[in-house]
């Protein structure tokens, strides 16, 4: 599986983002993906993950309320809603892919990872 971020950008605190992950391969609908950001400075944390089906999501405590994920299993594309940004959001921000996580929120769990996307919010 290959995967490629986009959507980032500067934004001003309380404001949205979207972010969009594109996969290649026709297997896509089989892997949970997830959403993982690193700040400078800082280990790579997770931030929301997404079950094979889509029927399950997961989401870190500090997210939760404000970041949605969802997929599409059909355009293979898993993409990160972003409202009420803070500035403490900011950091590069990477879609990855697991076939069978044993720990959604653990990026040793994932085996594909895109580039990264930076996401910056000025306060």
């Known amino acids: 599986v290959q995967l490629q971020a986009s959507g980032g950008g500067l934004v001003q605190a309380g404001g949205s983002l979207r972010l969009s992950c594109a996969a290649s391969g026709r297997t896509f609908s089989m892997y949970a993906m997830g959403w993982f950001r690193q700040a400078p400075g800082k280990e790579r944390e997770s931030v929301a993950a997404i079950r094979w089906s889509g029927d399950n999501t997961y989401y870190a405590d500090s997210v939760k309320g404000r970041f949605t994920i969802s997929r599409d299993n059909a355009k293979n594309t898993v993409a990160l809603q972003m409202n009420s940004l803070k500035p403490e959001d900011t950091a590069v921000y990477y879609c990855?892919?697991?076939?069978?996580?044993?720990?959604?929120?653990?990026?040793?769990?994932?085996?594909?990872w895109g580039q990264g996307t930076q996401v910056t919010v000025s306060s």
């Open positions: 990855a892919a697991s076939y069978n996580p044993i720990n959604y929120y653990n990026p040793v769990s994932y085996g594909y």
